[in-house]
């Protein structure tokens, strides 16, 4: 798929739309602070902050993590490979490097309920 600017879409999985808050935090830093997780899939995602991306260069370290309606916590780490200024808004691409078993099961869980929807 091209995408806007001449480039080719390199994803392999499909990405899931959400608009769910999480606090992000980068690598050797204390503070962390709230974006929306817009889009998901099993290996990457973007995050739209509510200001420029901030501090986030590209290749930093961050972890990142929210509630699920269950209250497990979904945790993750991933590195930016691209920063993003767009129509809708600042934000940064990720990879996501690790994940925990409760962020791979609401993944599962999108999967699912798009496939009902989808019936």
């Known amino acids: 798929m091209q995408l806007p600017g001449g480039q080719t879409d390199r994803r392999r999985h499909r990405r899931f739309s959400v608009g769910v808050p999480v606090r992000l935090r980068m690598k050797g830093s204390a503070?962390?602070?709230m974006v929306e997780l817009s889009d998901?899939?099993?290996h990457g995602c973007r995050m739209r902050t509510l200001?420029?991306?901030?501090g986030l260069g590209l290749n930093a370290r961050?972890?990142?993590?929210?509630?699920l309606p269950n209250r497990n916590i979904a945790l993750a780490?991933?590195?930016?490979?691209r920063r993003i200024e767009?129509?809708?808004g600042s934000g940064v691409?990720?990879?996501?490097?690790?994940a925990n078993v409760a962020f791979y099961e609401f993944l599962i869980t999108?999967?699912?309920?798009?496939t009902i929807l989808a019936a």
Not at 93 to 98: E, K, M, P
Request: net charge negative; aromatic share 8%; no cysteine.
């Open 86 to 88: 767009d129509a809708h």
């Open 51 to 54: 200001s420029h991306a901030g």
């Open 110 to 114: 999108l999967a699912e309920s798009e």
């Open 40 to 42: 998901v899939s099993f």
């Open 31 to 33: 503070m962390s602070t």
């Open 77 to 81: 780490k991933g590195h930016v490979v």
């Open 62 to 67: 961050v972890a990142f993590g929210f509630v």
């Open 93 to 98: 691409g990720l990879v996501i490097d690790r």
